[in-house]
């Protein structure tokens, strides 16, 4: 197939695919176009064109968006969509998105309710604020919570220490630049003390900012202002308190700020994630006094910031395990993985690298470190036991790709030449699908290499 002529027609690879028309049509357009470019560039075909008609069609017709294991032991994996929902939130998801609900309508009175209503209460008794607001993700919340107390051109005062990056290349300037408010900016970047803020509040300040170093860490000679001070200072206090550690009675994450300390300070608004240590879906949460709230739920920016229905079911299921601490640490998966005791961890390295010896691949159990990711508690490590994997015949690296190409695809961690499966971040039964696609890819090298 060396020119034009020799190509067969959309129609008749169509044809050829034997499936359903409209997208066989699709995939063989796709790949006679590709074909015309590699003749007109005088480029020799890599491959079959029925053939790679063939895996276009299979590429269209399979979902982008799929469920993966994480053995990388990062609890709150960014990449890997942050934290896994409780069982308890899922099937809440799952009745509410097959079929209509009661999302915004008041089922006592008979007219229209506020979507709000659904998690208001529970935000209320949990954090014991006055008021409470649920948006899409914290970024918006606390682009919302500048936008309503300083828009239209007031100060918002900033430690420069504190004027962070978050996710995404998105500067804490930047997003205040946004809400339509002045950065004012105090301090040195390593300390600033409250006379920097006293010296800087004017008629024309809006609010004070303060801003959880979420994913890192300054160490050395710092110093930084507590919340309960800066709330003494007379101007509304916006605490961004980052991850959401509602949990309490967890040492693990004591370096956290508490939503409950921030509210029993006085800060007017307090934003967190839902999704990172709180465990719940992707939702900014607002937390605070009763006008500040009204003030932001009035603000036209929360309508475009408001929460869809799924994540809300999911939120106000992962809430209601709150209610019973013991329950939602036991629970909520980001919780028992940060508190996941040894004789368990071990129990399940143990068990994964006997499931991988009896496929015959080379594994043991080797002691590792895991982290809580998600840029909560960046110098927290968390020792355990995980499983190493004998890579051979591949190179780690090319053992890594190909689980990560898997069905489900299987990421992991890459330690000096070897592969490392982190138990803390995988259930039992993940483990056991783990074992499973180490061992087909490596049964599938020995086939091709004729050794098996």
């Known amino acids: 197939m060396n020119n034009l002529r020799d190509i067969p027609s959309v129609e008749r690879l169509a044809t050829q695919l034997g499936e359903p028309h409209e997208l066989a049509v699709t995939a063989a357009r796709q790949a006679v176009a590709t074909r015309r470019e590699q003749v007109q560039r005088g480029e020799g075909p890599a491959t079959d064109l029925l053939e790679e008609a063939t895996e276009v069609f299979d590429r269209l017709r399979s979902p982008s968006l799929v469920r993966a294991l994480n053995a990388t032991g990062v609890i709150v994996h960014t990449n890997l969509g942050r934290a896994p ?19 915004e309508a008041d089922l006592d009175e008979g007219g229209r309710g506020s979507r709000q209503m659904h998690v208001r209460d529970l935000l209320r008794e949990l954090s014991g604020a006055e008021d409470a607001l649920v948006v899409n993700n914290c970024a918006a919340a606390v ?16 430690s420069r220490g504190q004027l962070v990056e978050i996710g995404g290349s998105f500067r804490m300037p930047e ?7 002045r950065l004012r900016e105090v301090g040195a ?29 300054m160490l050395g000679f710092t110093e930084e202002v507590a919340v309960e001070a800066l709330c003494g200072l007379g101007v509304p206090v916006i605490d961004d308190i980052g991850s959401g550690a509602l949990a309490e009675g967890m040492p693990v994450l004591g370096e956290e700020p508490g939503v409950r300390r921030s509210v029993a300070a006085g800060a007017a608004l307090v934003c967190f994630s839902g999704d ?9 949460i607002l937390v605070g006094a009763e006008e500040a709230i009204a003030r932001a739920r009035s603000h036209p920016l929360a309508r475009p910031m408001r929460i ?20 939602a640490r036991e629970e909520i998966p980001v919780l028992r993985m940060l508190q996941a005791p040894e004789e368990e961890l071990q129990q399940h390295a143990d068990a994964l690298a006997d499931a991988l010896q009896a496929e015959g691949v080379s594994a043991s159990v080797v002691r590792s470190t895991c982290a809580a990711g998600g840029g909560a508690l960046p110098l927290l490590e968390l020792e355990g036991p995980a499983v190493d994997v004998d890579p051979s015949p591949f190179a780690a690296a090319e053992l890594a790709q190909r689980l990560r190409l898997s069905d489900p695809p299987l990421l992991l961690r890459l330690r000096h030449g070897r592969v490392l499966l982190e138990v803390r971040t995988l259930t039992d039964g993940e ?19 004729g050794s098996g």
């Not at 990172?276 to 900014?284: C, E, F, N, Y």
């Open 431 to 449: 483990s056991v699908e783990a074992a499973r696609l180490v061992a087909d890819v490596m049964r599938e090298a020995a086939r091709d290499d």
């Open 143 to 158: 682009l919302l919570a500048a936008a309503s107390m300083a828009g239209g051109g007031r100060e918002i005062v900033v």
């Open 276 to 284: 990172k240590l709180l465990g719940g879906p992707q939702a900014g």
């Open 85 to 103: 929902l409780a069982t308890a939130a899922v099937e809440a998801a799952t009745a509410v998105a097959r079929g209509y609900s009661n999302l």
């Open 189 to 217: 970047t390593n300390r600033t003390r409250l006379a920097d803020y006293e010296q800087a509040i004017d008629e024309d300040t809006g609010a004070i900012l303060r801003a959880h170093p979420s994913n890192f860490r």
């Open 175 to 181: 997003v205040i630049e946004a809400s339509g408010a």
């Open 308 to 327: 869809d229905k799924l994540s809300l079911a999911a939120l106000e299921a992962t809430l209601r395990l709150y209610r019973e601490p013991r329950r």
